[in-house]
């Protein structure tokens, strides 16, 4: 058992055939240890998008290996790699993508409603994630009737309500003011710290790296520098 | 359940569509359900008044009687075979005739017709003719004979008149009987005004030396629509040297128009039938197109593919619901009124057909269980055969392309 | 012109860019318009076959009788043949031929049994019109108008047990109401597609006939045009030189099979209407969502100045091209289902019913120019009609809200 939520081995993804192949990740290795906030960053079309993706098992490599809490992933099927998202890892969009019929509340519920729970512990679970990233007024509205910032914490909430060990955010800011992003920042910041959640995040903000325990800087699918903050 | 939920606030996120939908499956619906229950409804009438008014819904008849009736292909000891026929369930009347074909002379005048010997007693509860009669009354005497119009016309007969009938009897020698005329009938059908005459079947039954036989053993049951339930319970009793048809045999154009009539509207109905599902099939294409990042939002969030799927279905049995719902309405609203009153053939067009085609006066619609599901059970198979279809493209697509869709 | 073609052209790669969805719909519409031509040249079928079996089948296209004769069928309602009055009647009419027959009722003896038919008095040369020219005979046919043997349909020659070349006694009524007995030798036997026929009708010649009741008169003339149907106009002619006659055509002749024939026209406009109506919820379904997705793409065209007319026709013309596509592909398809049932569809297991419905159990399709291009019309109107209101909503939009959507 190491302290590493996740590893990376000489991992690499090419998108397409032939001449139009495009190599997203040429090879890269790195370890994101519990309880770290890491910041992947680099300009976009760098591969930032794809590790994480590969990290949450939506992607499989094209060689190499994605080992996840000391599992290889790509022993796992699809229904078991949807089990360990939904019960391991926190999903944050940069487009927020939740679900439109459903209110904050309940999309925050949904994950748990999959996960078995029972109504009252979902209800009761589901505010108190709520209320811990500020939105206790507005459990009852529908996405539409939020603002940017208060959707993605909406995001967020639904993404730590099944007690993850690993937060994936795919540039969660990109579509939000420098205010909320800070206001953003400091919640995850705060959880990090107060739950332990190791947090990935990728990032071309400067605002959010400052952040950051860690970054990982990426250009052409390769690992350039890893700075400890 | 959330996924209901889920499901039926989808439903709703576009209200138009999903209204347009189920109001193609409502209208698919609701026109299959008018045509059968009205298809439905006037087979049996049309059965029991053409029945009524010749063959019966079962005969025992001589085996070679169909094919080439003469007179002396008889069923004897009728009155006995009527009894025992009658302690069986499900008949409800049976009632012999004999049958010759005769010359029909009143003076100088004399017209071919088919003879028709029958128990006056008891032939009514088997036959409409007695309440058919015009002029005069249905039997008088022992000696005495109901005439059709166009005949008594085309004789110069009055009621009272006396006609002379020339026969063979089962010898083949000449036999004659002398009734007079007590009524005159007009049942609307030319062939049977032109060319029938009844008499007792006791009067022409000693003319034509056949004791107690008949030509035919008419027996009418319960079940009409069902012919063969009482056959089964009949065949015991039928002589060997007779035959057990029923109406299907002894008129095949009847039976042979009805199905017909049922194919055709089978294919009328399996055509709209498509052509609705196809629509709704384009109709969910489209949705999922627009669904593509949702869904990998909800794969991404550890939603399991079945489970989505299982979502999808939801909605759509649900969409089906709303469509059958709306069908089911419409169709109240237009059979409720018509289910007690019916539509009149005059309505139309058709009264002056109805004798000719031995049609009913008025069609009620028949809703029955078939009538109730045919149409919805076929469109669901169709709208979930187009989910499946329509979210394979889903399945197919990487996740990664699912979130980034049109992003 | 060249605003045509700018719609035109955007409305085209519009369809192509969403060709997987919109190829189910043009497949629903081809199943609807195939769907209906199919059925439209099985009932035009249907109908040509029974005006064809009625006129042929002795009733001809104009039928004339003396008043009475329909409810009282006897020698004593006919009327004396004036065969110049008739070809007058019948001057500048694409007549075929006509023929003067005698036809009443009479009841038919063998050795052993008794049967009633009618009895057919008719001139063997101008029968060409009927399908008596067109029996299978076995023995010989009448030789002429003045033939007083008979020919008897095959099915009756079984049921009277007789045959060919024995003697029948036919009883009827004379000229003066007075019952006859005549004997007749057999000299053919028919076999006719309609058993009903072969039991009900014997032939012999009409003036050896009119010789043996007494009479100098006929009881019909029945008229035979060139063409399938008879005009009014023809109808009216021949009424207005026989006034002292009933003139009728087939349907009065027939009136079962007229009302048949009738009947089927109304299902011809009910079935498209019904099809059409269920094609009307795809149609608007897609075009509203083919609109709001693009919802920002007409926002920018407002932007940049297209008037939202053309915006309009944008739509109109999206909806028109998919109909056509349809419309073109369910024409073909029904053409190909058409050359395949050309032959005719076997309804032989139907034989009797069908023969109530006065059709041959060989149904054959036929395609009536007037009815595809009424099918095409409807359905190219439906589709503008069912872009209406999809374009008012792309065009009701504000530039300004569509570019922010």
Same mark, same amino acid.
């Given at each position: ?229 | ?144 004979? $109901? ?71 008419? &027996? ?122 019916? &539509?009149?053939?005059?309505?139309? *067009? ?12 008025? $069609? ?44 | ?27 629903? $519409?081809?199943?609807? $318009? ?318 009797? *019913?069908?023969?109530?419905? *006065? ?47």
């Amino acid at each position: 058992m190491t302290n590493d939520v996740v590893q990376l081995r000489s991992v690499t993804r090419v998108y397409g055939q032939g001449n139009v192949a495009v190599n997203a990740l040429q090879g890269i290795s790195a370890e994101i240890n519990k309880g770290e906030f890491v910041c992947v960053v680099g300009p976009s079309g760098c591969g930032k998008s794809t590790m994480l993706h590969l990290i949450g098992g939506l992607d499989s490599p094209t060689s190499g290996t994605v080992i996840v809490e000391d599992q290889d992933l790509s022993t796992f099927t699809n229904n078991e790699l949807s089990d360990l998202r939904l019960r391991r890892m926190g999903f944050v969009f940069q487009a927020f993508n939740l679900i439109p019929v459903l209110s904050a509340c309940e999309n925050v519920e949904f994950v748990l409603q999959l996960q078995g729970i029972g109504k009252n512990e979902r209800d009761t679970r589901a505010r108190e994630v709520l209320d811990s990233v500020g939105l206790a007024d507005a459990a009852d509205r529908r996405p539409g009737e939020l603002s940017g910032g208060q959707q993605q914490r909406v995001a967020v909430a639904r993404a730590l309500v099944g007690n993850p060990l690993l937060l994936i955010a795919d540039e969660p800011s990109a579509n939000l003011d420098s205010t909320t992003t800070r206001e953003l920042c400091e919640l995850l910041q705060s959880i990090n710290r107060k739950h332990g959640t190791t947090i990935l995040i990728a990032t071309h903000d400067s605002l959010v790296m400052n952040y950051s325990t860690r970054t990982i800087q990426l250009e052409d699918g390769k690992i350039q520098q890893e700075n400890p903050a | 359940m959330l996924s209901v939920k889920v499901a039926w606030r989808n439903l709703w996120r576009n209200r138009r569509r999903t209204l347009l939908t189920a109001g193609a499956v409502g209208f698919a619906v609701l026109l299959v359900q008018l045509g059968m229950s009205f298809q439905a409804g006037s087979y049996e009438p049309m059965v029991e008044v053409s029945t009524r008014f010749a063959s019966g819904h079962l005969q025992i008849q001589h085996v070679d009687y169909k094919d080439d009736p003469r007179t002396e292909r008889f069923v004897s000891n009728t009155t006995e075979l009527r009894s025992h026929l009658l302690d069986l369930p499900g008949i409800n009347a049976v009632s012999n005739r004999t049958e010759s074909f005769g010359l029909v002379n009143k003076d100088e005048r004399s017209y071919g017709a088919l003879v028709v010997g029958v128990d006056p007693q008891i032939d009514p509860s088997a036959s409409h003719f007695s309440d058919q009669v015009t002029q005069g009354t249905y039997f008088d005497s022992p000696n005495s004979a $109901i005439i059709g119009s166009a005949l008594a016309r085309n004789l110069r007969v009055s009621v009272g008149d006396e006609i002379v009938i020339l026969s063979t009897d089962v010898d083949g020698s000449v036999a004659f009987i002398a009734p007079s005329v007590s009524g005159i009938f007009e049942t609307g059908n030319d062939a049977l005004d032109r060319s029938l005459v009844q008499v007792p079947r006791s009067l022409i039954n000693d003319a034509l030396m056949l004791e107690d036989s008949a030509h035919r053993v008419v &027996i009418m049951i319960d079940q009409p629509m069902l012919p063969e339930q009482s056959s089964e319970v009949i065949t015991p009793l039928v002589p060997s040297t007779a035959s057990l048809l029923d109406w299907r045999e002894l008129m095949p154009e009847i039976s042979q128009s009805i199905r017909l009539d049922k194919i055709s509207n089978g294919i009328v109905y399996g055509t709209l039938t498509v052509i609705v599902v196809l629509s709704i099939a384009n109709t969910f294409v489209m949705t999922m197109f627009e669904r593509t990042r949702e869904f990998g939002t909800l794969r991404a969030v550890g939603m399991h593919n079945r489970s989505i799927f299982g979502m999808f279905i939801t909605e759509t049995i649900l969409m089906w619901m709303l469509g059958v719902a709306i069908g089911y309405l419409l169709s109240t609203c237009a059979l409720l009124p018509l289910i007690n009153i019916g &539509i009149g053939m005059d309505s139309m *067009g058709m009264d002056q057909f109805a004798g000719l085609l031995f049609l009913p006066d008025r $069609i009620y619609p028949a809703v029955d269980l078939k009538v109730v599901l045919v149409a919805p059970i076929s469109i669901g198979v169709g709208m979930v055969l187009s989910t499946m279809l329509a979210s394979i493209r889903l399945y197919r697509l990487s996740l990664v392309d699912a979130l980034r869709y049109r992003e | 012109m060249n605003t045509f073609r700018l719609v035109l052209n955007l409305s085209l790669r519009n369809l192509w860019r969403q060709r997987r969805r919109n190829s189910i719909l043009v497949v629903a $519409i081809t199943f609807a $318009i195939g769907g209906v031509i199919v059925l439209n040249s099985m009932i035009r079928g249907m109908q040509v076959q029974m005006v064809d079996s009625v006129v042929e089948n002795l009733s001809g296209h104009i039928k004339m009788h003396a008043p009475n004769y329909r409810d009282d069928p006897s020698m004593e309602r006919g009327f004396v043949l004036d065969p110049i009055r008739v070809d007058e009647s019948v001057e500048g009419l694409p007549v075929l031929g006509w023929a003067a027959r005698i036809t009443i009722p009479a009841v038919i003896m063998s050795e052993r049994e008794t049967r009633g038919a009618s009895l057919i008095g008719i001139d063997p040369d101008r029968e060409l019109i009927s399908v008596v020219s067109n029996f299978k005979l076995e023995g010989e046919g009448l030789e002429s108008t003045s033939d007083s043997r008979v020919l008897v349909g095959r099915s009756l020659l079984e049921e009277l047990r007789t045959k060919l070349g024995r003697r029948i006694v036919l009883t009827t009524l004379d000229a003066d109401g007075i019952s006859k007995e005549i004997g007749f030798r057999i000299v053919g036997v028919y076999d006719a597609e309609s058993e009903s026929m072969e039991k009900s009708l014997v032939f012999t010649g009409r003036t050896a006939l009119q010789e043996l009741l007494n009479s100098s008169e006929v009881t019909e003339v029945s008229i035979r045009l060139k063409t399938r149907y008879a005009k009014q106009e023809d109808f009216d002619q021949v009424r207005k030189s026989f006034p002292e006659l009933d003139v009728l055509d087939w349907q009065q002749v027939n009136p079962i099979v007229a009302f048949m024939y009738n009947t089927v026209n109304l299902v011809i406009y009910i079935w498209l209407g019904i099809v059409l109506g269920a094609l009307v919820f795809g149609l608007v379904n897609t075009l509203i969502t083919a609109v709001l997705e693009r919802i920002h793409e007409f926002g920018l065209f407002r932007a940049v100045g297209m008037r939202s007319r053309i915006i309009v026709a944008q739509v109109i013309c999206e909806s028109v091209c998919l109909m056509i596509l349809g419309i073109a592909l369910g024409v073909a398809g029904s053409f190909l289902i058409y050359a395949w049932l050309y032959d005719g569809i076997d309804l032989s297991a139907f034989a009797e *019913g069908v023969e109530m419905m *006065g059709m041959s159990s060989q149904m054959k399709p036929a395609i009536v120019a007037h009815d595809v291009l009424v099918v095409v019309a409807v359905s190219i109107t439906l589709a503008v009609v069912a872009s209406f209101y999809p374009a008012r909503r792309a065009v009701r939009m504000n530039p300004l809200d569509a570019l922010r959507h």
